[in-house]
């Protein structure tokens, strides 16, 4: 198992400062170990116990099992009988699949938003305005702040639309795939052409360019897609190199 797991954090998993939550210990567990994943600190092929993760994170047995029983559900991890848990290998096919979903979740969303639709939430989109229509030199480069954002980006698009059910799927599937999304701010040139992308997104929506809004942001999505799959097959072949004892 890898050395890397510290201790249970109390902050969201992108590290951006937010109002204090109580959240259970099995919730925090479960975002450690997400984090690990994403970090290649733990890589497809690490095993580990339950017991060497309470140590580490010095929690009891009964959270641990609950966090790694979740992260099972989204197939992360699997229990091995008498042997512990093991990190799965990235399931690329599934991933693609849940981009699919995005994609179609996103297009529709801001299709409706350039619609004259009562239901749509104008105040939040300026919101996103005041974030990401900035000069150059406002702008952040901070990866891990810049992955929040991007998050809150894509979730607000379709939360502004008016469709609660929309949304509630669509954070379903930010939480599935955030383990290799956020690959996507390790390069710099791709944190600036996000500036840029969402900038171009935001633009068309706010002149109800509806089709031009949905190209984009498909243009978008699927060149995020290829990045984190490309990003992910390197980054877990430098963790194996750099670990032959794993």
């Known amino acids: 198992m890898a050395e890397a797991l510290g201790p ?31 970090a290649f600190r733990l890589v497809p092929g690490d095993r580990f116990t339950e017991n060497e993760l309470c140590d580490r994170l010095g929690v009891s047995r009964t959270p641990v099992r609950q966090a790694l029983f979740r992260l ?21 096919e599934r991933f693609d699949q849940l981009y699919d979903l995005r994609m179609v979740l996103e297009t529709t969303a801001v299709h409706r938003l350039c619609a004259d639709d009562r239901r749509v939430d104008r105040p939040l989109l300026e919101g ?4 990401w229509l900035v000069p150059a030199g406002a702008r952040s480069g901070d990866a891990v702040q810049l992955a929040q954002w991007d998050e809150e980006f894509h979730c607000t698009l379709v939360a502004a639309a008016g469709n609660p059910e929309m949304a509630r799927v669509h954070r379903e599937v930010t939480d599935r795939i955030r383990v290799v999304r956020r ?11 996000t500036y840029e992308e969402h900038g171009k997104i935001l633009t068309a929506v706010r002149l109800r360019r509806g089709d031009q809004a949905a190209l984009l942001l498909s243009a978008h999505i699927a ?9 992910t097959l390197h980054q877990v072949y430098l963790a194996r190199a750099g670990a032959p004892g794993r």
Do not use: C, M, N
Request: no cysteine; proline share 3%.
């Open 183 to 193: 690959l996507d701010f390790t390069r710099q040139a791709r944190i600036e052409h």
């Open 72 to 92: 099972k559900q989204e197939g992360v991890v699997e229990v091995q009988f008498r042997s512990g848990w093991r990190v799965l290998p990235f399931d690329f």
């Open 128 to 131: 996103l305005a005041a974030r």
């Open 223 to 231: 060149t995020s897609q290829a990045e984190v799959r490309k990003i």
């Open 8 to 38: 249970v954090a109390h902050r969201s998993s992108a590290g951006a400062r937010r109002p204090h939550v109580h959240r259970s210990r099995a919730e925090d567990v479960y975002e450690q170990v997400k984090q690990d994943v994403a």
